[in-house]
């Protein structure tokens, strides 16, 4: 029932978003005597950011067609390296250029597109052959390709390395978090390490993810914990309708996690469509397009599989299963001191409201075994759970921080 009145609901707005943009273009027209007059442009404006806001929205592109190395231009390609029923391995292909490290960038299934990192590859791309998981909408994956769940999540990271090859060669293999994954990358590595696996990498780098959420507990850990494991699986977890090739297929919305995001800061929000109105009246249409731009990409949603959701609940944020020493993978227990030479570089932000400050350290400490020499840790001051992965900050601060760590132990 709540993904069909869903449904109903997000057919009826995209009429409604089709007829404001409509209306929008007609009293923005300069050939439209109305577009002179006062109440014209703050109409047409208004209808344009109701006609963006109620959209319908699919899985949006990288976009990503070249890149500068050493001052020149060099054309980037989209390569698929390996494919799965819920997921596949996606390369930047650099034309022209061999050698350096091989980075595998682990994208969240957290209800939002690999996209969401578009940033975060466009500056790694100068630096290294990026490779990064492209996982895909649940609701579109039939139920003969069968459940995807925590461990298949672990499964799937050691198989892209595998698929990425031996680490060996100049610059190696690495690996790098971002939030979610942080917590399977590192069962991962402690696997593999165990393992001696020869495809295991030589960094991991984890970003503002939730090792510990005992640690500084946010609001996103105390919603987690204060309700029971079954009230998680009564009241989020939906049906796929029949008008998707996953019908039957019991899920987590991504409709429902990025309600949960927007009401978090709802204030925020609000404002940032205020001002994104305010640059419409004015005429500067280069402020607005850059709030178009990351509202086009946070509105885009994807659907997690209602098992690999409810495990994530019940193992990190429950149980805090891996900083306890309980965790297992396939019945096997995962042992972060088996890590003795894969170097650890934890960031976190400053302001990180989904991730509190402690939750990504805690990897350092928990892999007992490791030299010190081999660990690091990093605040970024200011910045938030996006900002330690997208913007100004990861640009000119984290990136360089990586580049440098992942040089260090190539």
Same mark, same amino acid.
């Given at each position: 029932?709540?993904?069909?009145?869903?449904? /109903? @609901?997000?057919?009826?707005?995209?009429?409604?978003?089709? =007829?404001?943009?409509?209306?929008?273009? /007609?009293?923005?027209? &300069?050939?439209?005597?109305?577009?002179?007059?006062?109440?014209?442009?703050?109409?047409?404006?208004?209808?344009?950011? *109701?006609?963006?806001?109620?959209?319908?929205?699919?899985?949006?592109?990288?976009?990503?067609?070249?890149?500068?190395?050493?001052?020149?231009?060099?054309?980037? +390609?989209?390569? %698929?390296?390996?494919?799965?029923?819920?997921?596949?391995?996606?390369?930047?292909?650099?034309?022209?250029?061999?050698?350096?490290?091989?980075?595998?960038?682990?994208?969240?299934?957290?209800?939002?597109?690999?996209?969401?990192?578009?940033?975060?590859?466009?500056?790694?791309?100068?630096?290294?052959?990026?490779?990064?998981?492209?996982?895909?909408?649940?609701?579109?994956?039939?139920?003969?390709?069968?459940?995807?769940?925590?461990?298949?999540?672990?499964?799937?990271?050691?198989?892209?390395?595998?698929?990425?090859? &031996?680490?060996?060669? @100049?610059?190696?293999?690495?690996?790098?978090?971002?939030? @979610?994954?942080?917590?399977?990358?590192?069962?991962?590595?402690?696997? $593999?390490?165990?393992?001696?696996?020869?495809?295991?990498?030589? !960094?991991?780098?984890? =970003?503002?993810?939730?090792?510990?959420?005992?640690?500084?507990?946010?609001?996103?850990? !105390?919603?987690?914990?204060?309700?029971?494991?079954?009230?998680?699986?009564?009241?989020?977890?939906?049906?796929?309708?029949?008008?998707?090739?996953?019908?039957?297929?019991?899920?987590?919305?991504? *409709?429902?996690?990025?309600?949960?995001? $927007?009401?978090?800061?709802?204030?925020? +929000? =609000?404002?940032?469509?205020?001002?994104?109105?305010?640059?419409?009246?004015?005429?500067?249409?280069?402020?607005?397009?850059?709030?178009?731009?990351?509202?086009?990409?946070?509105?885009?949603?994807?659907? $997690?599989?209602?098992? *690999?959701?409810? @495990?994530? %609940?019940?193992?990190?944020?429950?149980?805090?299963?891996?900083?306890?020493?309980?965790?297992?993978?396939?019945?096997? &227990?995962?042992?972060?001191?088996? %890590?003795?030479?894969?170097?650890?570089?934890?960031?976190?932000?400053?302001?990180?409201?989904?991730?509190?400050?402690?939750?990504?350290?805690?990897?350092?400490?928990?892999?007992?075994?490791?030299?010190?020499? /081999?660990?690091?840790?990093? $605040?970024?001051?200011?910045?938030? +759970?996006?900002?330690?992965?997208?913007?100004?900050?990861?640009?000119?601060?984290?990136? &360089?921080?990586?580049?440098?760590?992942?040089?260090?132990?190539?």
């Amino acid at each position: 029932m709540l993904y069909n009145a869903y449904e /109903m @609901q997000r057919s009826m707005l995209a009429g409604a978003s089709a =007829m404001a943009n409509f209306g929008a273009g /007609m009293l923005q027209n &300069p050939a439209n005597p109305w577009s002179y007059f006062s109440g014209g442009p703050v109409l047409g404006s208004a209808l344009e950011v *109701f006609a963006h806001a109620a959209a319908p929205r699919g899985k949006p592109e990288f976009g990503l067609d070249s890149t500068v190395i050493d001052g020149k231009t060099v054309a980037v +390609h989209e390569e %698929i390296v390996a494919r799965k029923a819920f997921g596949q391995l996606k390369r930047f292909a650099r034309e022209g250029i061999t050698g350096g490290p091989k980075l595998l960038i682990v994208a969240p299934m957290s209800g939002h597109y690999a996209t969401l990192l578009r940033g975060t590859v466009e500056r790694m791309l100068p630096f290294a052959d990026v490779y990064i998981t492209d996982w895909r909408d649940a609701k579109l994956v039939p139920l003969s390709d069968g459940t995807f769940d925590l461990d298949d999540y672990i499964d799937y990271i050691i198989a892209f390395l595998e698929a990425i090859g &031996p680490n060996e060669g @100049q610059g190696g293999v690495h690996m790098l978090a971002v939030c @979610q994954p942080s917590v399977p990358c590192y069962a991962a590595a402690c696997v $593999m390490s165990a393992d001696k696996h020869p495809c295991r990498p030589k !960094t991991l780098t984890l =970003m503002g993810g939730p090792i510990d959420t005992r640690e500084a507990p946010t609001a996103v850990n !105390t919603l987690a914990t204060e309700r029971p494991h079954s009230w998680f699986e009564q009241n989020v977890i939906a049906t796929v309708p029949m008008t998707y090739a996953g019908a039957g297929r019991t899920v987590y919305p991504g *409709f429902l996690q990025l309600a949960g995001f $927007m009401s978090m800061n709802l204030g925020n +929000h =609000m404002i940032s469509h205020w001002e994104m109105f305010k640059h419409l009246v004015q005429g500067d249409d280069e402020s607005a397009d850059a709030t178009k731009d990351f509202y086009e990409e946070y509105r885009s949603v994807c659907d $997690m599989t209602s098992e *690999f959701y409810l @495990q994530t %609940i019940e193992v990190v944020f429950q149980k805090h299963a891996i900083a306890n020493g309980t965790y297992t993978h396939r019945g096997r &227990p995962v042992d972060p001191s088996a %890590i003795t030479d894969i170097a650890l570089l934890a960031i976190e932000g400053e302001r990180d409201d989904i991730s509190g400050l402690g939750q990504t350290k805690a990897a350092l400490s928990l892999a007992n075994k490791l030299s010190p020499s /081999m660990k690091k840790y990093l $605040m970024a001051e200011g910045a938030g +759970h996006y900002g330690i992965f997208n913007g100004s900050k990861w640009r000119n601060t984290i990136a &360089p921080a990586v580049e440098a760590w992942i040089t260090a132990h190539a």
